[in-house]
């Protein structure tokens, strides 16, 4: 039997199989790829942040040239880091905060001795700086040194480059001046000419008495700084006018428009000690102070005030205080105050004394000097020491106070008072000499000088009555004549005049008498001067009181006491005051 087509095609298809599905088959392949993709991703942010550096904060008074996410923070000219913020401080509103973002090697350097500030333009006497960020743009530089220390964030950032890169060799040092004079931020420093180093920067001190300097000086040079170098002000020039005329001098051109500072190392008895980094030595006006001044670093010194009751003038501040010819300090001040329990106004003088100036007992530190020196002076009292006035020089009258040691002075000690003790004192040499003789004057003055003279007149009246032999042209003729020869003759004075030479006449007679004709010869020759004298006192107090030789003598003789004795006094009184008119006169 013959199939139909229709049923011959039934038959020849197959049923379609359905397959089962499994887990294994539920992930299409086409998911490996993004998953792939996002572990790639995943593995670059964790090494993103794992590579990273720390992020730090500056501070700085002004934003000028920064921008966040473009201005870099370079070392050595090597990118070490980026900004990313910058935003003022909320708390003083006065500066503003910037966050950087270091690489992961700057670590190391975040240390207390890094510093940053901004590089841009800058114009300045000492020369024009920051001419390449004109096209690049400004950027924070960096300097520090390698340190083990803790890792800092936190920076106060500088508004000036610092003028030494961070970790170049040499000695970072302090200097301190009473004026900052021409001395400022990038002055030079001068040995024998030789630029060695420079300012860093000049600050008030803490107390707003000194001015401080922080001075570098370059290796190798540095080790020529030790304990007895001396740093003065070479600014400007220096004029000095002696015999052979005007002398200008100044270290360089340099120093002549920047300002400058010099050092030198005197040769001096004491050891030269190396210092270290932070060493403080004080800055003085011109060389001349340097060399007379000692090294005393930290400038700490003794001050006394003294008393003196005899006149300053010729003592000026800054005068010299010495012991046996050698400075060991300076006044300081001198004032004058009234002393309201005393009534009387007191001239104080301030003193300082230089320890450093005094070589002690080997082994005592130079810091250490100054408690030696006070621990010793109360001893150098006890054994006599004493200050005074002494003259300088004669032509100019200039004084200056002496430190000496006065045999058999009388015990005081030192009087501790505030703010200074009060060292004991003793009038000068001219002092001592003026006092003695206001002290004769004195007693002088207080003799009834008149009364004297009055008495002493009127005694030579007395005497010349007794004595008085009138002339012929008085005595006339006759009966007036035998009345004055009478009245001379009843004279107690005249007949004891008779009465000695007729007691002389009769030793002379005696004398001739003599077996062997001679006495001996004290004898004789005091007799003839007895007799010599009775006919001198008769001769003397012969004549008219106004014309009598006594008295005339000692009336002269008074007078001229009592001009001499005001001569003095005036003379006395015009040296007080002025004692180089013995010289130059009034």
Known sequence: MTKSFHDQAKVDVAQPVVAQETGANTLSPIWIVPLIAAIIGLWLIYQHYTTQGPLITITFNSAEGLEAKRTPIKYLDVKMGRVEKVEIDKESLRQVVVTARMVQDAENYLNNGTSF?????????????????????????MSSTVSDGETKTFFQGLEHPPLTPGGAPGLRIGLRAAEAGAVEAGSPVFYRGIKVGAVES?????????????????????????????????????????????????????????????????P???????????????????????????????????????????????????????HRGVQIGYVADIDIRYN????????????????????????????????????????????????????????????????????????????????????PTVPGPFGQITAKATAVLDTLEALPLEELVSSASQLLKDVDTLVRVPATSEIGTGTEANAVMAQRRSAPLYRFVESMTSTLAGINALIGSHEDGQ???????????????????????????????????????????????????????????NPNAIIFGK
């Open 340 to 423: 309201a329990a005393t009534g009387l106004f007191e001239t104080p003088v301030l003193i300082f004394l230089d320890p450093q100036r005094i070589e002690w007992p080997v082994g005592t530190k130079v810091e250490d000097s100054l408690v030696t020196a006070k621990d010793n002076l109360p001893a150098a009292v006890e054994r006599g020491m004493r200050a005074r006035l002494q003259t300088g020089s004669l032509l100019t009258g200039a004084l200056f106070v002496d430190l000496a040691l006065i045999p058999d002075a009388k015990p005081v000690r030192i009087v501790e008072m505030d703010p200074y003790p009060v060292f």
């Open 117 to 141: 500030w901004v590089v841009r333009p800058r114009i300045s006497l000492s020369g024009i700086t920051g001419l390449q960020t004109l096209l690049s743009g400004s950027h924070i530089e």
């Open 268 to 322: 001096r008895l004491k050891a030269n000690v190396p210092v270290n980094s932070g060493a403080l030595f004080t800055l003085y006006d011109t060389r001349t102070e340097a060399e007379i001044e000692p090294a005393d670093g930290a400038m700490e010194r003794l001050g006394y005030v003294l008393h003196f009751e005899e006149s300053l003038r010729g003592l000026k501040v800054g005068a010299p205080v010495e």
């Open 519 to 577: 006495l001996p010869g004290n004898i004789a020759g005091s007799l003839r001067q007895l007799d010599a004298t009775l006919k001198s006192i008769e001769i003397l107090l012969q004549g008219d009181v106004t014309t009598s030789p006594l008295y005339y003598e000692f009336s002269t003789a008074l007078q001229e006491l009592t001009h001499a004795a005001r001569a003095i006094r005036s003379l006395t009184e015009t040296l007080e005051n």
């Open 202 to 266: 000049r600050r008030l001190s803490e107390n707003g008495k000194y001015v401080e300097f922080d001075v570098f000086i370059h290796a190798p040079h540095h080790h020529l700084v030790n304990s007895n170098t001396r740093f003065w002000n070479a600014g400007g020039i220096d004029v000095t006018a002696n015999t052979e005329g005007l002398t200008l001098h100044s270290e360089s051109l340099e120093s002549l428009v920047l300002g400058g500072i010099a050092f030198m190392n005197p």
